[in-house]
């Protein structure tokens, strides 16, 4: 377990004034990969069609 103490923002209001006001980077979502989307996109575009086609045959 860790020898250093945990200090608490929370306990005294400069502190936690300092605490919410802190720049942290946030971290980028992750961008998908476009072949990947096409991919779904023709997998549903095959099973809706293939759907349709059963119930109108």
């Given at each position: 377990m860790?020898?250093?103490?945990?200090?608490?923002?929370?306990?005294n209001t400069q502190q936690?004034?300092?605490?919410?006001q802190r720049?942290?980077?946030e971290a980028?979502?992750?961008k998908r990969s476009p072949v990947l989307?096409?991919?779904i996109a023709l997998v549903v575009?095959?099973?809706i069609v293939a759907?349709?086609?059963y119930f109108v045959l």
């Open positions: 860790s020898e250093q103490p945990q200090i608490d923002p929370a306990g936690f004034r300092a605490f919410a720049n942290e980077p980028a979502p992750e989307m096409i991919a575009v095959v099973v759907v349709a086609a």
